[in-house]
């Protein structure tokens, strides 16, 4: 059978007419484009992609594209107000490791670049072995090693039974 349109994914037992699940791109409100573009690139060693372009800067993550905006802009392209982020905002990315000894690594490299350590890496109530760092807008990333959600090749995390 050939076809021409792409088969949207669902789980199993997902209604016909339900969303796809799904999230495409991260969009980091940043203070200093430039210094958060070199914070990514030199300091983490991530490639910002060719589509970047004066005011954005987008990095490929696996299936998911990782974008830096002027935060003014972002503020006024989603019409909220350009308010002060609370210390902490209830949000947090997350960049899963391949080993428990990498949490550490990553930490590390993400302070070495300008970051801010928030938690060291420790073991963890769940199983794993993780840690905390805010990049210099104080976006919070988690760096976890999660030994029930191997990687796979492309550093995509499934979750059991998917």
């Keep these: 059978m050939d076809r021409t ?4 994914y669902r789980l199993p037992g997902q209604k016909e ?6 999230l ?20 983490l060693g991530w490639t910002a992609s060719p589509a970047s372009q004066d005011g954005v800067v987008f990095f ?13 802009a972002l503020a006024e ?3 909220l107000p350009d308010t002060p982020a609370p210390r902490f905002s209830g949000i947090t990315l997350a960049y899963n490791v391949r ?16 970051g801010t ?6 073991d963890v109530f769940w199983g794993g072995h993780s840690g905390y760092f805010a990049d210099p807008d104080g976006h919070t990333w988690e760096v976890a090693w999660n030994p029930f959600w191997p ?12």
């Design 77 to 79: 392209d989603s019409g």
């Design 5 to 8: 349109e792409p088969v949207p």
């Design 17 to 22: 007419d339900a969303m796809e699940q799904r």
């Design 60 to 72: 490929q993550l696996g299936g998911l594209v990782l974008a830096l905006y002027p935060r003014p």
């Design 117 to 122: 350590l928030l938690k060291p890496a420790r």
């Design 151 to 162: 990687l796979d090749a492309d550093g995509a995390v499934r979750l059991p039974g998917q």
């Design 24 to 43: 495409s791109v991260v969009t980091l409100g940043v203070a200093d484009l430039e210094r958060s573009r070199r914070f990514y690139e030199a300091g």
């Design 99 to 114: 080993s428990r000894d990498e949490v550490a690594d990553v930490l590390e490299t993400a302070v070495e670049a300008g």
